[in-house]
Each structure stands twice: as structure tokens, then as C-alpha cells.
């Protein structure tokens, strides 16, 4: 690098323009993360979770049935140890339950899983009913 | 009799060299087992191998050639302007690492038989990485006299050098930090004004570390430059760097799929604490 003693304005013009270049889309990715963040707090403050769950598929597996679950957190904020029930309903009684559990669900996030059952739940008079139990705050 | 001295002083320079090059490799395995015992010793990393996407990994081990060529190039007390030696050296250096880490793993009982062979290479190829990064630093940092420690400190490093540094420091913690759950809870439990403030912080430790503080005499600003323009072009382009190599980490991981933009970037901010302080840390040491 070379050395210069007279001040501010030739600083600007003994370095390469690549180093300000750099320095340029440094501080870019920066500021931006900076004021997304700042952005994302004041227009939308933390609500909380809110969990929406659908059923992707359902699909036949040698020993039994595998329900394919989509869970989307639409509050503001993470919820963790998020139980999934699902219970397979014939008429008014739960013929079959069972449960899985989020470790986290971050906000507008899509997340998957899945629960097994004996009896299949797309048949005849039978359906699948998705309820989110619970949460923690992480 | 003047036949006999040039053979004799060419024998005796042979195993010289023999003798350098065997505590140069010794040095090299004692470097990779500094490095990556943290990591060999984390439950996380074990399951590596079932959960991360191959492809990601296989990426990242391919990226590490070039990384230990430029770290072989950078960090020595030689100036080499030989880069094919430095790929070499890169080359061995990886060897070393990857022996280093099967046999730990053996020794741990961590390695079996019944475990299918993408697992398992998964979990040596992830804790290669740091062992040949301690691999190379071992041999070029170690292996100088006082002299050549001297030559290091006056040595000039270009800026492209510099920045490459940090990169290579960033990337070392990052790659301990990331594959631990403990990020993901962290960044979660921050609320926006205590990630804001882990920014600001990273950023003005990152500079303080280097240039305020003034461990070490190689960076301190050369006269005539104004603090505005080291902290430019070397701190917040250097921060930049750390949060890239902090979010091309969580991605190898796969911390990065479905995750909405604002939890993301908590955890890009999470993991680039420890990362610039890697980055920091790499220009002072290196």
C-alpha cells in the first residue's frame, strides 16, 4: 500500500477502485440486513403463533397408510415443540389418533411431516382431522 | 576428495530434507488433531452423515482444495510463488486431515461396518475440512525459525490476501457453530433489537480486534491512512464475507430450507458473532 501524508482527499485516490468497490457491496449487505430487520419489527410486530396445518398426500405403504402434513406457523413468532393430532374420524368417533411433534416453527415457514395409520384415511365415510395441540416458547 | 565431500553433502542434505519433510508431517497430524477434536467430539457432527444433503457436502469438500491451496499460499513463512506447491501441499494437507479423522472416529467406535458408506463418508468428509485446515497451518506456521517470524510480520499482504483470510477464519468457526442446533434456538430466542445490537457488536469487534486493540504490529494502519477507510474497505467488507460464508454454512447444514427470510437472518447474525471473530482473529494470526 502506499503511504501518504496529505490527508482525507488522496486517501480516496491511492487505493484501487476494486477495494471501494468491495467495500461498497460490503456495506450494502450490511445496511440491508440492518434495515430489513429494522423493517420487518416496525411494519409487522411479533404476533403469536398461529399454526395452519394441511394434508399433502395421502399414500399406501406395505403396512398401512402415510399421511403427508404441510404445517405453516402464520403468527410472528417461533413456536417450538409444536404437537401435530390427527385423529381419523368416521361419523362423530376417532377411530384412529395419533401425534407428531415440530422441534421449531419458525414464522411463514413451511414445514412437513407425516403420520402413519393401519386404516386409510381417504376411504368412505372417514376423514382426516389435523389440530395443533400445543407449543413452547423456545 | 572433492567428490567425495559434494556426495557426502548431498547425502547428508537428502536427509535433511527426509527428516524435514517427517516432522513436517508429524507437525501436520498434531495440527489436524488441534483442529478438529471439538468437532469430533460433538454428538451433531456424527449424525452428520444421515441428515445433510450429499450433494452440499460434496460441494464443500471439493471448495476445500482451493481454500487449503490459498491457505498453503497465504499463511506460510515462505512467500511461494509456486501455486502448484501450494496445491500439493493442499493436497497432502487434506490426506493428513482425512487419516487423522477416520482414525479418531475408529478409535471413538464411531465408525462401523453396518452404517451405509455415504453416512459415513458424510461424517469423515465434514471433520476433514477443519483437520487439514490445522493440517496445513501446522506445517507452514509452525515450522519457521525466529527469523522467518520476523520476515512473516513485515511481509505485505495483498488486500484480495487479506480478505481471503478472513474468509478462511470465518469459515473455520462457522463450521464448528453451524451444525449445532444451538444457533437456530439462539437466533430464535433474540428479539430484533438484541440482533441489531449483535451486529453493531460483530462489526465494531471485528475492527477493534484488529486495528484499536493492536495485538499484533503486522496490521496496524500504515501512516497517512484515516480510520474510515480501513474500517470501510477492510471491517464492513470484511463482516460482509463473514455473513456470506455464515449463510453458505447454514445452507450446507440445511438450516437455510423453508425458513422465511426474517428467522434466516437471525441466524445468519447468530452465527456470524463467532465467524467474525474467526475473521478477525485469521488477519492477526496469519
Not at chain 2, 479418531?104 to 471433520?127: C, E, N, R, Y
Not at chain 2, 484488529?210 to 503486522?218: I, N, R
Given at each position: ?8 482527499g ?5 487505493e ?21 430487520l ?5 411494519t ?21 397408510y ?22 381419523l374420524?368416521?361419523g ?41 395441540s400445543?407449543y413452547?416458547?423456545? | 576428495m ?5 556426495a557426502?553433502?548431498r547425502?547428508?542434505?537428502?536427509a ?5 519433510f ?31 444433503n ?14 487449503l491451496?490459498g491457505?498453503?499460499?497465504y499463511?506460510?513463512f ?44 458424510g ?5 476433514a ?30 488486500y ?12 473455520f ?14 437466533a ?7 440482533t ?17 486493540v ?25 463482516y ?12 450446507t447444514?440445511?438450516?437455510?430450507d ?18 467474525a ?6 488477519r492477526?494470526?496469519?
Amino acid at each position: 500500500m502506499k503511504q501518504s501524508r496529505k490527508g482525507r482527499g488522496s486517501a480516496l485516490s491511492q487505493e484501487p477502485l476494486w477495494h471501494w468497490l468491495v467495500a461498497a457491496a460490503g456495506a450494502l449487505l450490511l445496511l440491508g440486513t440492518a434495515g430489513y430487520l429494522l423493517y420487518s419489527d416496525i411494519t409487522a410486530p411479533p404476533t403469536p403463533p398461529a399454526i395452519r396445518l394441511q394434508i399433502i398426500a395421502i399414500q399406501q405403504q406395505p403396512d398401512g397408510y402415510l399421511a403427508s402434513i404441510q404445517a405453516v406457523n402464520t403468527g410472528g413468532q417461533t413456536a417450538a415443540q409444536v404437537q401435530v393430532m390427527g385423529s381419523l374420524m368416521r361419523g362423530g368417533t376417532a377411530i384412529e389418533e395419533h401425534e407428531y411433534t415440530y422441534d421449531y416453527l419458525p414464522p411463514q415457514s413451511p414445514r412437513r411431516g407425516g403420520l402413519f395409520f393401519r386404516q386409510a384415511p381417504d376411504a368412505p365415510g372417514v376423514h382426516l382431522e389435523l389440530q395443533a395441540s400445543g407449543y413452547t416458547e423456545p | 576428495m572433492p567428490r567425495n565431500t559434494a556426495a557426502g553433502s548431498r547425502r547428508s542434505r537428502e536427509a535433511r530434507e527426509d527428516e524435514r519433510f517427517r516432522t513436517g508431517l508429524a507437525r501436520a497430524f498434531a495440527g489436524a488433531l488441534l483442529f478438529a477434536l471439538p468437532m469430533l467430539m460433538t454428538m451433531e457432527m456424527w449424525s452428520i452423515g444421515f441428515y445433510v444433503n450429499g450433494s452440499r457436502l460434496a460441494l464443500l469438500t471439493l471448495a476445500s482444495l482451493p481454500l487449503l491451496t490459498g491457505l498453503s499460499h497465504y499463511s506460510g513463512f515462505e512467500r511461494t510463488t509456486n501455486w502448484w506447491q501450494d496445491f500439493k501441499d493442499a493436497c497432502t494437507a487434506y490426506g493428513i486431515g482425512w487419516l487423522t479423522v477416520v482414525a479418531i472416529l475408529s478409535v471413538f467406535g464411531l465408525l462401523h461396518t453396518q452404517t451405509p458408506l455415504d453416512s459415513s463418508l458424510g461424517k469423515i468428509a465434514i471433520q476433514a475440512m477443519p483437520a487439514s485446515m490445522g493440517a496445513v497451518l501446522a506445517r507452514s506456521q509452525l515450522m519457521g525459525s525466529a527469523d522467518d517470524a520476523r520476515e512473516r510480520d513485515t511481509r505485505d499482504t495483498s488486500y484480495g490476501g487479506e480478505l481471503f483470510l478472513m474468509a478462511v477464519g470465518a469459515l473455520f468457526l462457522a463450521l464448528n457453530v453451524a451444525p449445532t442446533e444451538e444457533v437456530v434456538l439462539i437466533a430464535y430466542k433474540m428479539n430484533t433489537w438484541q440482533t441489531l445490537l449483535l451486529l453493531l457488536g460483530s462489526v465494531l469487534m471485528m475492527h477493534a480486534f484488529v486495528y484499536a486493540v493492536e495485538f499484533g504490529g503486522s496490521h496496524s494502519r500504515p501512516e497517512g491512512t484515516p480510520l474510515w477507510s480501513a474500517f470501510a474497505r477492510y471491517t464492513v467488507a470484511g463482516y460482509a464475507i463473514v455473513m456470506l460464508i455464515s449463510l453458505y454454512m447454514l445452507w450446507t447444514f440445511g438450516r437455510v430450507d423453508d425458513v422465511a427470510l426474517r428467522p434466516l437472518l437471525g441466524q445468519v447474525v447468530v452465527l456470524s458473532f463467532p465467524a467474525a471473530l474467526g475473521a478477525a482473529s485469521a488477519r492477526l494470526v496469519l
